[in-house]
């Protein structure tokens, strides 16, 4: 009978042994698959920040690309009309007269407008249209000047 109780005992110390070390292998593999989803989760999360940066940087570099397409747009505009302006002769003295206080006149009319925004826009508005006005304003103003230069073989 001892020999029936230590097969017994041996039996059932292996068991509960082979038990231990299955549930102690089974606890690692679920801490193993806990931590590799957390690194896939991390790199998940990284990969989308990375993503996102980039279509932000992207949208930027559009940005400035389309503000420099129309500044360019604006500075052609300008040299068109000052170049169309240059073709024009001279004309009666009423005529003259007109044309040359035409630019003075939209001028100050710009200057008025972007003065008038400034202190009746609200703030956020303020900004970007106040930024536009004074752009036409200083615009006009400097071809006005620019153009109004003394010419040679012409009196003002």
Same mark, same amino acid.
């Given at each position: 009978?001892?020999?029936?109780?230590?097969?017994?005992? @041996?039996?059932?110390?292996?068991?509960?042994?082979?038990?231990?070390?299955?549930?102690?292998?089974?606890?690692? =593999?679920?801490?193993?698959? $806990?931590?590799?989803?957390?690194?896939?989760?991390? $790199?998940?999360?990284?990969?989308?920040?990375?993503?996102?940066?980039?279509?932000?940087?992207?949208?930027?570099?559009?940005?400035?690309?389309?503000?420099?397409?129309?500044?360019?747009?604006?500075?052609?505009?300008?040299?068109?009309?000052?170049?169309?302006?240059?073709?024009?002769?001279? @004309?009666?003295?009423?005529?003259?007269?007109?044309?040359?206080?035409? $630019?003075?006149?939209?001028?100050?009319?710009?200057?008025?407008?972007? =003065? =008038?925004?400034?202190?009746?826009? !609200?703030?956020?508005?303020?900004?970007?249209?106040?930024?536009?006005?004074?752009?036409?304003?200083?615009?006009?103003?400097?071809?006005?000047?620019? !153009?109004? @230069?003394? $010419?040679?073989?012409? @009196?003002?």
């Amino acid at each position: 009978m001892e020999e029936v109780a230590g097969l017994a005992a @041996s039996a059932a110390g292996g068991g509960i042994f082979g038990l231990v070390g299955t549930a102690l292998g089974r606890v690692a =593999g679920f801490i193993e698959r $806990r931590q590799t989803n957390a690194h896939e989760r991390e $790199r998940w999360v990284h990969e989308t920040r990375l993503i996102e940066l980039q279509q932000a940087a992207r949208a930027e570099e559009t940005e400035a690309e389309l503000a420099l397409a129309e500044t360019a747009g604006s500075w052609a505009g300008l040299r068109a009309s000052m170049e169309a302006e240059a073709a024009i002769g001279e @004309s009666y003295p009423f005529v003259n007269a007109v044309r040359g206080l035409t $630019r003075p006149v939209l001028t100050l009319l710009l200057w008025g407008i972007a =003065g =008038g925004i400034w202190l009746g826009a !609200d703030a956020g508005a303020r900004t970007s249209i106040t930024e536009t006005a004074t752009f036409a304003a200083t615009a006009a103003t400097l071809w006005w000047f620019g !153009d109004r @230069s003394p $010419r040679q073989g012409h @009196s003002l």
